[in-house]
């Protein structure tokens, strides 16, 4: 599946943003997504994840209560809504796709990935 992530751009701190993907190629609703991100100078890391029915998500802690995953399988997209930002979210968000048999919302594995959207939280 190809997957075109869009919406970054910089923030101030506590404000929102949301960054999107769309996903073409393939039967999206077979597919469970991901967000992930990288940091100047760390390597790249799990953020959030939805099950292809989009009824289960997983978050890493540190975006727990902040960051939102939706996705609307009727338009193959993805969303993550992240809220009360913070400097340490400033990163190269990426958007992954995995294809499941079952409602999982797996952490690592993915096999599609989109090409990157930068985030800057920054005053």
């Known amino acids: 599946v190809q997957l075109q992530a869009s919406g970054g751009g910089m923030v101030q701190p506590g404000g929102s943003l949301r960054v999107s993907c769309v996903a073409s190629?393939?039967?999206?609703?077979?597919?469970?997504m991901g967000w992930f991100r990288q940091a100047p100078g760390k390597e790249r890391e799990f953020v959030a994840a939805?099950?292809?029915?989009?009824?289960?998500?997983t978050y890493t802690d540190s975006v727990k209560g902040r960051f939102t995953i939706s996705r609307d399988n009727a338009k193959n997209t993805v969303d993550l809504q992240m809220k009360r930002m913070e400097p340490e979210d400033t990163a190269v968000y990426y958007c992954?796709?995995?294809?499941?048999?079952?409602?999982?919302?797996?952490?690592?594995?993915?096999?599609?990935w989109g090409q990157g959207t930068l985030v800057t939280v920054s005053s």
């Open positions: 939805i099950s292809r029915g989009g009824t289960v998500t």
């Open positions: 190629g393939r039967t999206f609703s077979d597919y469970a």
């Open positions: 992954a796709a995995k294809y499941t048999v079952s409602g999982a919302v797996p952490r690592y594995g993915y096999d599609d």
